[in-house]
Nanobody, 127 residues
Framework: LSSAAGVWGGVVQPGDSLGLSCSASGLTFLDYHMGWFRQAPGKEREFVGGIAKISGNTNYADSVKGRFTISEDNAKNLVYLQMSSLKPEDAAVYYC????????????????????WGKGTQVTVSS
């Protein structure tokens, strides 16, 4: 998996928006539930949100609900994380992850146990 910040870049101010994308080339995309996690310095990696394979149902952590949106382009094997109203506490390294069995309702329980992980993309929120 490889992730990257969108055209807006990875450094934004509070209240700004930013898009991340994750390429799942090499995987049979429709076989995997996709998730986004983040890890801030000195903190454990935490679940941000996930999207279910086939159905496209999503689930989000309470801290980002209403501000972040996950979507995917099955034809391009891409999953997106659209972030708006960013806060300083959203600053972290963001990771995309894929798992055959664990859907978005349970991703928060598996910690580091997802099948595949991207290398991470730094998001900085600073005025």
């Amino acid at each position: 998996l490889s992730s990257a910040a969108g055209v807006w870049g990875g450094v934004v101010q509070p209240g700004d928006s930013l898009g991340l994308s994750c390429s799942a080339s090499g995987l049979t995309f429709l076989d995997y539930h996709m998730g986004w996690f983040r890890q801030a310095p000195g903190k454990e990696r935490e679940f941000v949100g996930g999207i279910a394979k086939i159905s496209g149902n999503t689930n989000y952590a309470d801290s980002v609900k209403g501000r972040f949106t996950i979507s995917e382009d099955n034809a391009k094997n891409l999953v997106y994380l659209q972030m708006s109203s960013l806060k300083p506490e959203d600053a972290a390294v963001y990771y995309c992850a894929a798992d055959r069995r664990v859907g978005p309702l349970h991703m928060h329980l598996v910690g580091y146990g997802m099948d595949y992980w991207g290398k991470g993309t730094q998001v900085t929120v600073s005025s």
